[in-house]
């Protein structure tokens, strides 16, 4: 089932498959099919920007309830954040989030010892009791910013009780 355009939801665009699988222990955690949808993988952070400007941006435009997350690798650059955000037109600044690991999600998935679908999950439990267990490790703390601006404006959308979804 694909998001409800006249509703506030959540795009995520993954940068390889390892990110595809945490969005979608993420996605699997919240169960809301309507209110999240995780895209196929770009295939690299320059190519999910890419495509993000050349289509993702222009409907966004089109769809004021729209919101995306541009998963990426970080690739330990601290220039990274700045690179991509960079692309992101001013109009749609408030919309676009710009997360996830600081070197790549291999190495997140060692040190926790847990399959990526389910850090996904760990990622949204936190996010839905509002706490910082996962979110805290340190291949993934340089989000904290990023974290606070997702769940001040998605955290409603994706963790609101079913009947307010689709009221």
């Given at each position: 089932?694909?998001?409800?355009?006249?509703?506030?939801?959540?795009?995520?665009?993954?940068?390889?498959?390892?990110?595809?699988?945490?969005?979608n222990g993420f996605h699997i955690e919240i169960g809301s099919?309507?209110?999240?949808?995780?895209?196929?993988?770009?295939?690299?952070?320059?190519?999910?920007?890419f495509?993000?400007?050349?289509?993702?941006?222009?409907?966004?435009?089109?769809?004021?309830?729209?919101?995306?997350?541009?998963?990426?690798?970080?690739d330990g650059r601290e220039d990274r954040f700045l690179e991509v955000r960079r692309?992101?037109?001013?109009?749609?600044?408030?919309?676009?989030f710009i997360v996830g690991t600081w070197t790549e999600p291999e190495r997140l998935r060692t040190d926790l010892g847990a399959a990526y679908e389910a850090i996904g999950r760990k990622l949204a439990k936190d996010c839905r009791e509002d706490t910082d267990a996962t979110w805290n490790h340190p291949l993934l703390r340089h989000n904290?910013?990023?974290?606070?601006?997702?769940?001040?404006?998605?955290?409603?959308?994706l963790f609101q009780?079913?009947?307010a979804a689709f009221a």
């Amino acid at each position: 089932m694909s998001a409800n355009r006249e509703r506030p939801h959540v795009v995520v665009l993954p940068e390889d498959d390892a990110d595809r699988q945490i969005a979608n222990g993420f996605h699997i955690e919240i169960g809301s099919l309507r209110t999240m949808r995780v895209l196929p993988p770009a295939r690299g952070w320059r190519k999910a920007v890419f495509r993000f400007k050349e289509y993702h941006a222009a409907q966004m435009e089109a769809c004021t309830n729209r919101f995306l997350i541009l998963l990426i690798d970080f690739d330990g650059r601290e220039d990274r954040f700045l690179e991509v955000r960079r692309e992101i037109p001013a109009g749609l600044a408030y919309r676009v989030f710009i997360v996830g690991t600081w070197t790549e999600p291999e190495r997140l998935r060692t040190d926790l010892g847990a399959a990526y679908e389910a850090i996904g999950r760990k990622l949204a439990k936190d996010c839905r009791e509002d706490t910082d267990a996962t979110w805290n490790h340190p291949l993934l703390r340089h989000n904290a910013a990023g974290l606070a601006r997702l769940r001040e404006r998605v955290r409603p959308i994706l963790f609101q009780p079913p009947a307010a979804a689709f009221a």
